[in-house]
């Protein structure tokens, strides 16, 4: 790459992060900190009337699962006496948070008219029916009917046949999901032009990116009592609800289970759909004309989701109503003097580093400590511009993340310079071996930066809570610190290298008694 | 010894000593696993609950000296959660802390209601849950899994499935210690903990990684002589080595400044448990890399086709040394391994040069045509 490519990008790299870091400043833009750094606000929910002991666990797993939907932000919830705290960080934009946890969660059951998967509107709804999906209902105390174990909706793309059947038209009599209820939002039906029926309504599924055309809703969670439980039969998990008798549990059940065995028009799917905050939990298919005393929902769940759909009924046969809730503001739980001592420390410590850097690779450490404030300032960037917009805020565990990724940002530094004293080392100037040495450590620092990445990904996807935070935060730096590296770091090495005056090989501390092969420096 | 590190002069025999390394680990597994049966972990208020008090901020009582009182009443500072909670119309102090005795729980409430003035009627006791939800856990340790899984894969395709193997026994050895000396000392665990221990994974994989990166190197280096692999893991760890101490120091040092500033001058406890599992990990992570990772893979290599007849050959000292500068076997003993094939008893090589000599003139490096 020729002299003035890599000026072009040194200084087109380095502008554009300081452009980043300066306009974030200039914005007002600063890292929002977590519950632990800077507090928050403490949310109490005190409940309404009369309430099980039972079910007021069962809300405080119902609104963790809520509140953990929203984001990186680590909110804390706990059950403080017979009220429910939740902790949520940062003191800006509360409203949304808590209109989404004073929400009192209704179950409610509606037969499946349709069920479409979700795509761009542009493209024709593929349509599936309801006898190739998905988790069944069946009566295990009385005569259960075939129990076909097919898997269940939560898993998509295997499960729901893709069955690209290109008729335009569903199935069902003449039902068609408008376009606009393609978009994914809960569209309620009845409205002018809306092309729903009163009373129906398309909502998505929780998990299986398919949009379901519903009923007017048939029962609510009350139909069951609060003792849904989990087993494992014939080798597959399943959740046992147990109806309430009477008219408000078995009978309302009973009618809704026989209407939708019959298939006829107003639940054509055979499916009923169990519905929390505005998402379809599950459908299962209809087995039995009538259940007594209890329903079994089997299907190709995995063991969290069976406890989940388990909770969810427990839930919903019991909810709890709170009253509005209270607002405090709540301060840091590791207190200022902790966060002080932290970023001294932290500062003392980087400090370190790049002193001991300087002091083992000499001039070369100037790239060094370049390369670490370059990824620094476009880390800092990205959390400001993501405090501001997602709400995201930077906790303990998101500072571990950001802590392991300088370790490693280091180590890209040591193990390039490493190589290149290697090769000065053996008889090659500096100028013919900085091209070799970035190729050969770029390799390692894309293969090591890789299993990190991919380690991070896995866990912020799959988990919540603090060990979310640090994913984040961990694949987010490692992402910056390869950035600095290539884009900051290569052409400022190769640059040197080039540099007439500067190819000795005091530059890396390499004394030139040790070199052999090529005194001529 | 510095010296010859800081040339690139070193020529030691990781491999051949692996059974140190093997029988140290196996020793401390063993104790962490029987501590965890015994002791079990001191969970925090995040994973067990507690009590949790309300006192109105009045009179003296502020978060200082509400600490000041648990000191005062001998209930341990670690794991305690104090915050203020500022409504509209009042000021709170909210005092989170494990399990207690009733007659604890009596002693604070009169304690607080003293320094903050007021009837200890106005003061609210209650239980409260765990804020680590057991969805939590299930969740991390589910992610936990598929994350093994997926980094194994990778590591198999990348590399070699023997990789993935030695990366895997090296992460879980450095979890397990930490979590031992965690049941050992019984230092409390609390959310930040479990952070800590995420993060010595990501270290002890990366640096895993960066060695066997150079392993493969070395192994297509060589793939021409009859080079062990036990030689060639032997050739890769020395030329890491500056590497992985530099990278160490580097890692550990801000570390230690957390410790040492944060923690023990500035006084803030919560950092310094963050600190001590860090600074163990870390600590760990740079020796299994050495000691677990690499030799796991060598003792898997060493049965393929490939190395199985120079299996247990090793280069050490000057032939080690000739073989990290001209990439190949020399001396008696590799000729006449290579002559007449394994199964020979090896003649004892004269040390024909020092190592110093070897590995200060190596050979001009031969010119390569460029491209």
Redesign the interface.
Known sequence: MSTRRLWAVLLLFTVVVSGAFVANIAADNTPSLGLDLQ?GA?VTLTPMGEFEDGAL?AA??VI??RVDSIGVAEP??????N?V?VNLPGVENQDEALALIGRTGAVEMRPVLNIVEQQAPDASPTTTTGEQTSTTLANPTGGVGESRRLPSTADTDETIPAEPSNEETPIDDGVSVPLAAQSGVPTEGGGEGSGLEPGQTVLPGAKDGLLYLLGPAAATGEVFSSDASVQVDQGAWVVTANLRGGAGGEDLWNSLAARCFAGGADCPSKQIAIILDGAVISAPVVQVPSFSGSVQISGDFTE?EANDLAKILQFGAVPVNFDAP??????????K??L???I???L???A??LF??FA?YRLLAVVAIGGLAISGMLLWSVIAWLSRTNGLAFT??GA??V??S???G??SY??LF?RL??DI????TLRNSATRSFENSW??II??????L??AV??W???????RG??FF?GLSSLTSMIAVYFFTRPAVLLIANWNRLNTRGVLGVKSS?V???EKS | MIRKLF??ENTYNFYGRRRIGFTASLVLVVVSIASLFIGGLNLGIDFR?GV?FEVPAKGELN?TTARDVLSAENVPASGV???????ATEE?V?IQLSDQTPEVVEALKSAFAEKAGVNSSEI?V????????R??T???V???L??FV??SL??AW?FEWQMAVGAFASVIHDIVLSVGVYSLLQIEVT??T???F??I???S??DT??IF??MSENEQRFAATKASYGDVINVSMN??L??SV??S???I??????LL???GI??????SE?AVA?FIGMLFGAYSSIYIAAPVVGLLKERSARFLPTKGHLSVGVDMAHLIASGAPVGRRAQSRSQAGEGKAPSVAEPAASVDAIL??????RKKSRR
């Open positions: 507090g403490s666990d405080v797993e963790r699962r804390e919830i706990i059950r403080q006496g009220t705290v969290v209270t607002v405090q503001s709540v301060s840091a739980t590791l207190g003097d902790s002080d001592a932290a001294l420390a932290g003392v410590g980087v370190l580093v001991f850097l083992y303990l565990s571990a993340g802590i392991v300088i370790g490693t280091a180590d040591i193990m490493e004293k290697e080392r053996a008889g090659r390799r390692t293969v090591a930066n890789t299993s990190t991919i380690g896995i866990l996807w799959l988990s919540i809570g603090s060990v640090f994913a961990l040790q052999l092969g090529g | 040339r690139g609950g949790a978060v959660k104090i915050q203020t909670l500022t409504s709170r909210r609210s209650d239980k409260v849950s765990s804020s680590w939800g969805g939590v299930t969740k991390a589910q992610a936990l598929v994350f997926i980094v990778f590591i990348r959310p930040a479990v952070t800590a995420l993060t994974m990501g270290y994989l990366y990684i960066v990166d150079k030329a890491v500056m590497r530099n990278t120091i580097s890692s040092l801000p570390v230690v400044s957390l500033l944060g923690a500035l006084g803030a406890r919560s950092l963050f860090l200060s003139h190596p050979p001009r490096p």
